[in-house]
Each structure stands twice: as C-alpha cells, then as structure tokens.
C-alpha cells in the first residue's frame, strides 16, 4: 500500500495514525485530506492583505466558502478506508489561522465574526469543476449549480455514513488542488442631493441602449463623484423620473448615489462640496444641491414612497382655438380626479390598465394667440402629456375636453417634487 500524502498542516489536525498507516515522509502535490485547502494559508493572508490595501474601515469579517461535499467526502475516506480521524475539520483550522495572522498583521483594525463589519472577505474555495460533479455521482447528490447550495452538510454526512468502505476504497480522490478565489464586500456609501435638468438632450438615467442619447444625469454625476472617490460600480435611485425632453427645475428632485466597495469610509464636508462644485462647474446642463452622505433609511424613502409624491409641471401648449380669458374659466378649481388608461406612446411595453389620478391647483397664463402656458400639481404616477392632449380620448376629462379644441404640448418642465426632503 502506497504512503499517504498528507499536509503538515494536516498531520497536526489528525488524532492518531493507525500503525497499518505509512505517511510520505515528504509532503508533495496535492494533500489527500484537504485538497490543498491549508496548503496555501500564507498565499491566502498576502492576497488578502493586499485586497484591502488602500480601503478605510475599522471592522472587518473574514468568511471561509468551501464545497462541502469534497471535504466531507474526504472526512469519511479517512475515516472508513484508513481509520483515521480528526480533531476538527481542515476548514476550521484555515479559518483559526487566517483570523490569528491577520489580528497580528492588521494591529489598529477590529476584527469582528458578527454581520455588521465595514468589510466582509470571503476566501471562495467553491469550484466550478468537473471534480464537484464527480463526487457529486459518487454519493448520488445532484450537484448542479443551482441546487449546490441547498445540500447541508448534515445530509452529506448522511449519505456518506450510509456507504461502507468498499466503497470508499473504490472512489479515485481528486489529484487537483483546490483553487481560492476573493469575494470582497464593503459597506456601500449612500450620496444624498438634488438634481435639476436644464437640458433636454440628456436623459434621467442610463438606458440600456434602447434610446441615442449621448449623456445622461446619472453618468454626468456618477463619472465626476468617480474621479474623487474611488469606488467599485454605483445605483442611482431617485424620487420618480423625468422623460428626456423634460426639464427639472425648482428645488430640484432628490436622488441617491450608492456607491459600491468605496475604498473611504468617511469623507468632510468641505470634500462633498468640492464634488458638487465640480459637477456644477464642468456640467451647465445639470446642477446638484445638498450633496451629502445619507443613511439607509432615507435611501430606503427614496426608493419606496418616492413614487407617492405630488408634482408640479409647468407646459407650453398650442391650441388649435384662439383662446380668451374666458374660455380657460371652465378649468376647475380646486381638485379634480381623472381617468387615465396607459398612454398610446407607452402601450407597447405596459399593460393597458385604467388608473385613477387626482391634479389641483391649475392655472394658466395667456402668451399670445394659440400659445398658453399652463401649471398643474398632479398626484405622482400622472400622465401629464396625456392629460393635456388626452391621448385621443384615453385621458379623461382633459384639457383639450374642458377647452373644446385641440391641445398640442410643445414642452413640458417639473417645476417641483413634493417632498418632506426637497
Ligand atoms: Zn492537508
């Protein structure tokens, strides 16, 4: 019978060697008992000292993701062909030495285990190899990506206690180390503002390709916060959207900027002012206010509730009628509800539904013959194009209803956003 190959890592971790038992007496390759798991312990602390070079935190977590089915077939070989056990798995004794070397090599940082650390590092031993599926047709577990996950490692133990050890005897062990991979999570850095659109040639946000426009507010803003603080993707989220040819004036719309795996954890003020001049400065189109750092709750707020608030819109329409004071008396006052079934110019990609949407405070101002311009509070989620022209008959009543003629809208603005934040 052949030496087994076993780590020095590994030596230390089993109880007793069984007298039948030869070990190598020079470790080599790939161990039999931890694939290689402990091997690279120092290779492991360098990388990961090196990912975090550069990052602003005080806590961090390490994590450790393994394949379990490699290691607990391995476990029971050990066990059932070779007698052999263990003090405890090869996977606790690389976590206890990566957590003691890095106390020892990151001094001013706290090391944490709860689930709030700035930075999260997990050492991914999870392969994606041909040898999981190997061992997944030994036990006859479904080993397929999806369902991986969802086997535990008590049910492996199970099925590995249920086979005897001609069994194991005839499985061939992997002659391929495992290989780690970094995931790298940290705190992400939420950044609270205002924007206002003065152009309308660029777009709310970024479009997937299905329109030509060559700019938009959220890369305008997005690039320049990236040239001052390094960080690793972002989301913008804001309260409700603007179409493109629409400006956004008044106190401007709240919106939100988290950026991912930011490499500062805190910035001054005095550096957030300096972002927002540069953005106001370099971009005419657009002006960002109030830029700030915010909490997860009011990122929360902007992402759920945004949607119930009121909007007021300024537009320049055309009438097909020369209109008279008196013509525009018929306008309600006070609050009116309408009728909306989803736009033509939208049908194709929404279901066609009828919602009910209430507008206030209506007012126009005459500018010449055919030309008005019209102001309105709408609830949010109002078609306001619609409720002017009323989308041949789709939109009711309308403007073009309450005036008896035809209504074009030539230009549309959000004049504000009504929100407890703006
Ligand atoms: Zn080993």
Redesign the pocket.
Known sequence: MSALN??N??KILVKKIPENITLASEFQGV?N??V????QTDTIIQSLLNSVKGYEFNTYRIDIQEVPIIATTHLFLFEKVHDIYLKKP?RDLLREHLRAQLEDQLPDKEQVIHSNADIVITVDFSVDHPIVKRYGNFLKVNMAKRKRNKISRENLEKVCRKKNRDNFISFKPTTESLTFDFRFWKRSMLLGFNYNKYSRKISHSNSFGKLHEDNSVEEIIANKVAEHLKHDGHVFVSCGREDIDVLMLGNGRPAVLELKSPLLSTVSEEFLQNIENDINGNHKEIKVTKLRIVGPSHYKWIKSEAELKDKSYRCVVWSEKILTKEDFSIIPQGQIEIKQWTPLRVLHRRPNLERTRYIKNMRVEIIQPHWFVFYLTTQAGTYVKEFCHSDRGRTSPSLGGYLGTKTVITQLDVMNVHTKYT
């Open positions: 076993i780590c890592h590994c161990c008992l931890c290689n798991l402990l091997t090869p």
